[in-house]
């Protein structure tokens, strides 16, 4: 391990956003997340948008996965992104939903930018494949 | 690596410019050892050394990245800009790690003069020191006042870590006695201000006595050492003009309850202290000199090394040589000339060709 030799690691942003105190899921998914060997930030409950954005660029994640139960979903994910094309950060972070996201709203989502949306019961693994294969590239 | 070249001096201009998404990206680039990572850092070097660096540590749970929280409040209520870099543990098994000292940050939300950042240790051996000391250029640079390092203060990578710092904090929390043992490990040379954290519990009175007896102790070594006993130092020193012991740095040990934002202000207060004695005394220089100094030699020993694991592997690599030493064909000390010897010979060569011997 030498400063000579590159060593890429994915790095994610965990976000419970809104008033939302369920973070089971989001404590499942940054131990898996730790284990498939990325680093993993935490963000607590209760987080404004702005918190989420400025803990995504100053932490410059690859990804950002926002666990979301509450059902304001709508208006908060598109205020998240929103503040991520104020810094330059939209482009080159992966922007994930995990929890309860009706079906109706999964098309305006992705059309926000979404990349992904992982609802309850997605195998563990499926979610990891997927951050690996489309992790931006820098 | 052509990519790299011509990104690094757009990264650069805009570090320098406040850009704060540029600044995120050099501290990834750095923690990656991303390739032209070395340009960024050397075209960074020169616009450093404005910033006051913090050091904290002390053991999980005693409230340390609740007291940077307050402490990054305080300095912002006073018109300072901060950058916090927390170093956190990572797996040695799958090199993945939960950074969670970010949830405490919550005095600070929406700040973005305050810049938080998360660092995993990475099992770099060595490697943690390299990075955090060129992170903190990187605030430096980007024009931060204070500079704020928070590590657990669990082994020798992590207190190399806080050694980057001008000032170095030492947390300790009432009635566990396994702090005292901690202490005892060697944390209590490096610690410049000693907080009492969580003031308000029971034996926090206790555990402030016990600190005095033990930095007593340990004034009491260094004065036996320099041949004199404290006490009488002010008196001899002026038959004793060079004795330097009146320069030395008493440890203070500062109250605090961080949830609360007590004690934050005399936290503040020892470390101006603390600042302006290794100002007057020259010892900021000093320290200074010395971490530049390791900084030098920890680079040209891990450059040293990729140079020899490239020979290694030209000589079919380390697998092939442990097998031959297993056999008894050859001995570690052989291999080593064996690989060494060509590298030396480069060298020799080189030195005669720029110095000939007359």
Redesign the interface.
């Known amino acids: 391990?030498?400063?000579?030799?590159?060593?890429?690691?994915i790095?994610c942003l965990v976000a419970k956003v809104g008033l939302d105190g369920h973070d089971r899921g989001a404590h499942v998914i940054?131990?898996a997340?730790?284990?498939?060997?990325?680093?993993?930030?935490?963000?607590?409950l209760h987080r404004?948008p702005?918190?989420i954005v400025?803990?995504a660029?100053?932490?410059?994640v690859d990804v950002l996965g926002i666990s979301i139960l509450s059902g304001a979903h709508n208006t908060l994910v598109p205020k998240v992104i929103e503040g991520l094309k104020e810094?330059?950060?939209f482009e080159d972070t992966l922007v994930i939903i995990g929890g309860i996201i009706p079906d109706e709203d999964r098309a305006d989502l992705m059309a926000a930018g979404v990349a992904e949306v992982f609802g309850p019961g997605t195998p563990m693994q499926e979610t990891i494949d997927f951050v690996r294969d489309n992790v931006p590239q820098? | 690596m052509s990519e790299a070249e011509t990104e690094a001096p757009d990264l650069v201009a805009d570090v320098l410019d406040g850009d704060?998404?540029a600044l995120?990206?050099t501290?990834?680039k750095i923690?990656?050892?991303?390739?032209g990572y070395r340009d960024i850092v050397s075209a960074l070097h020169a616009h450093t050394g404005d910033a006051e660096v913090i050091g904290v540590t002390g053991s999980p749970g005693a409230g340390k990245s609740t007291l940077v929280d307050k402490l990054a409040k305080t300095y912002r209520d006073r018109g300072l800009t901060v950058g916090v870099i927390a170093v956190d543990p990572?797996?040695p098994y799958?090199?993945?790690?939960?950074?969670?000292d970010?949830?405490r940050m919550a005095s600070n939300?929406?700040d973005?003069d305050v810049?938080?950042?998360?660092m995993?240790a990475?099992?770099?051996?060595g490697?943690l020191s390299?990075a955090t000391a060129d992170a903190i250029k990187a605030l430096d640079a980007f024009g931060k006042d204070r500079i704020v390092v928070e590590t657990v203060g669990a082994g020798q990578n992590e207190v190399d870590v806080v050694r980057t710092a001008d000032t170095v904090v030492v947390l300790v929390q009432p009635g566990s006695g396994d702090d005292v043992q901690m202490l005892k490990a060697g944390i209590l040379e490096i610690g410049d201000v000693f907080v009492v954290n969580k003031a308000d519990m029971d034996g926090a009175s206790t555990t402030v006595s016990d600190l005095q007896e033990m930095l007593h102790m340990r004034e009491g070594a260094t004065a036996a050492g320099a041949g004199h006993h404290g006490a009488g130092a002010a008196v001899e020193s002026d038959a004793n003009a060079d004795d330097k012991s009146t320069d030395e740095w008493d440890p203070q040990i500062v109250e605090t309850v961080a949830t609360e934002g007590e004690g934050v202000r005399d936290l503040i207060g020892a470390l101006d202290a603390h600042y302006d004695h290794l100002r007057s005394t020259g010892e900021l220089d000093r320290r200074a000199r010395t971490r530049t100094a390791e900084e030098i030699r920890?680079?040209l020993r891990?450059?040293a090394?990729?140079l020899l694991?490239g020979e290694i592997d030209r000589r079919g690599g380390m697998a092939t040589l442990v097998d031959e030493v297993r056999a008894r064909e050859t001995d570690p000390y052989t291999v080593a000339d064996r690989i060494l010897t060509p590298l030396a010979d480069c060298v020799r060569e080189r030195r005669e060709r720029d110095d000939p011997v007359e």
């Open positions: 391990m030498s400063a000579g030799q590159e060593q890429r690691t790095r940054a131990r997340f730790r284990d498939a060997g990325f680093e993993v930030i935490y963000s607590g404004a702005e918190e400025q803990a660029v100053q932490e410059d810094y330059g950060a820098r | 704060h998404r995120a990206r501290i990834s923690e990656d050892r991303a390739p990572s797996s799958t090199g993945g790690a939960v950074l969670g970010r949830i939300v929406g973005m810049f938080f950042r998360s995993s990475r099992g770099q051996l490697g390299t920890q680079l891990a450059d090394a990729d694991e």
